[in-house]
């Protein structure tokens, strides 16, 4: 059974940087694709970067492109979203998600993913 536990959020300004881990176990993940997603209240879910854990392919978010950034530790079992110039729209609560496949169709829909973390709240003052 694959466990996600994610970490690293808090209360950040405008600008400033926040860096979320989600440490994963249960399996082998060489098979999987890792994404971020995060909802707003009142909004739903939103996809935020995805993952291969094979080869380290990356696809985001159009809303987070070149501000955020997604990378995972092979030794840690650990995946990172690296959050740059935060925005107070920005804020919600950010999950971690993995879905085992083989596909080189990238998985962005909450649909696609079959495993979850318990999210981390990210607050951006303006």
């Known amino acids: 059974q694959v466990q996600l536990v994610e970490s690293g959020g808090g209360l950040v300004q405008a600008g400033g940087s926040l860096r979320l881990s989600c440490a994963a176990s249960?399996?082998?993940?060489?098979?999987?694709?890792m994404g971020w997603f995060r909802q707003a209240p009142g909004k739903e879910r939103e996809f935020v970067a995805t993952i291969r854990w094979s080869g380290g392919s990356t696809y985001y978010g159009h809303s987070v492109k070149g501000r955020f950034s997604i990378s995972r530790d092979n030794a840690k079992n650990t995946v990172y979203l690296q959050m740059n110039s935060l925005k107070p729209e920005d804020t919600a609560v950010y999950y971690c998600a993995a879905v085992r496949s083989l596909s080189v169709v990238v998985p962005t829909r909450s649909a696609d993913f079959s495993s979850w973390g318990q999210g981390t709240q990210v607050t951006v003052s303006s």
């Open positions: 249960g399996r082998t993940f060489s098979s999987y694709y």
